[in-house]
């Protein structure tokens, strides 16, 4: 309530970078303390803030299920709390973060595709969940496709030379790429294809997937000539090693529901990337 509710609502129900409607970023279920038992300590994330004499802030693992992170918070007043809930706000999201995806892994692992034949291909593994299936591919390119009754979620995974992106213009380059490979991803009308969506700019960041640097996309597809739209991330990771850009992508278009855990799944898949050693890419196959 009052000041803390303010600033937890404000941390952690933010919309989500990316996506075309306001999301929040995490659901948040408020209860007192006192009633801190029972199902809600099934929760994976649990936020214990509490009015006390001494500030402090401290995370426990699986202290009352596992996996799971509180975050114990408590001050003397409202105002202390909330400074620390800023001072911790960066690493609290990012403990959540990991561990749901790591949980959506979990859960995917339990039904893979097959890896034999893109490991072969693009000389890494990902753990693509089995109701994903294959609908398009080429020597350096790879689609799959998840049908649902809202619409449908897709992962790209692709491989281009090092030198196609330059450090001093990666925003471009990666959206000049995207909209290039977007020309595989075609409507069922004719000339209707996929590229980046003008209107939204989107986001980038430095980030790192299996421990190299990568850069993360995130923003708005829409079909050329046509009005389907909806989210997408692309992870462009720099493998120099290989004088290669692995990179993967997931998109969905979902116009009646939610895209937030849609987006989310894409995200655990290709988190679980691992790049190989002794790669055979060969960039001038298209």
């Known amino acids: 309530k009052g000041e803390i509710g303010d600033s937890l609502r404000n941390k952690f129900a933010s919309p989500v970078i990316g996506l075309p409607e306001e999301e929040p970023l995490f659901t948040i279920n408020q209860y007192p303390v006192k009633l801190l038992e029972g199902f809600a300590t099934d929760s994976r994330a649990i936020l ?6 001494e500030n402090k802030f401290e995370i426990k693992e699986n202290q009352y299920a596992s996996p799971q992170n509180v975050f114990h918070i408590s001050g003397n007043t409202a105002v202390e709390i909330v400074q620390l809930l800023e001072e911790h706000t960066s690493e609290i999201i990012r403990r959540i973060k990991q561990g749901e995806i790591a949980e959506s892994q979990r859960i995917n692992k339990k039904a893979l595709l097959p890896t034999a034949s893109f490991k072969k291909q693009f000389q890494l593994s990902i753990q693509v969940p089995s109701n994903f299936e294959q609908v398009m591919r080429k020597p350096n390119f790879v689609w799959f496709k998840k049908n649902s009754i809202s619409g449908s979620s897709s992962l790209l995974l692709y491989q281009l030379p090092l030198n196609t992106i330059r450090t001093s213009t990666v ?8 909209d290039s490979i977007g020309k595989y991803i075609q409507g069922t009308e004719p000339q209707t294809y996929m590229i980046s969506e003008t209107g939204y700019t989107p986001y980038f960041f430095k980030s790192t997937l299996d421990n190299r640097l990568a850069y993360e ?13 909806g989210p997408f991330i692309n992870y462009t990771i720099v493998d120099s090693i290989n004088k290669r850009l692995v990179v993967l992508e997931g998109f969905c278009y ?9 987006m989310h799944e894409l995200d655990a ?15 001038n196959k298209k």
């Open 254 to 262: 979902s116009p009646s529901k939610e895209k937030r855990d849609v």
């Open 269 to 283: 898949i290709m988190h679980s990337v691992h790049v190989l050693k002794n790669n055979t890419f060969t960039p």
């Open 171 to 178: 925003s471009t380059a990666i959206l000049s790429m995207r």
């Open 48 to 53: 214990v803030i509490k009015k006390e004499s």
């Open 217 to 229: 996309t995130r923003g708005t597809w829409q079909l050329q000539n046509d009005y389907m739209s």
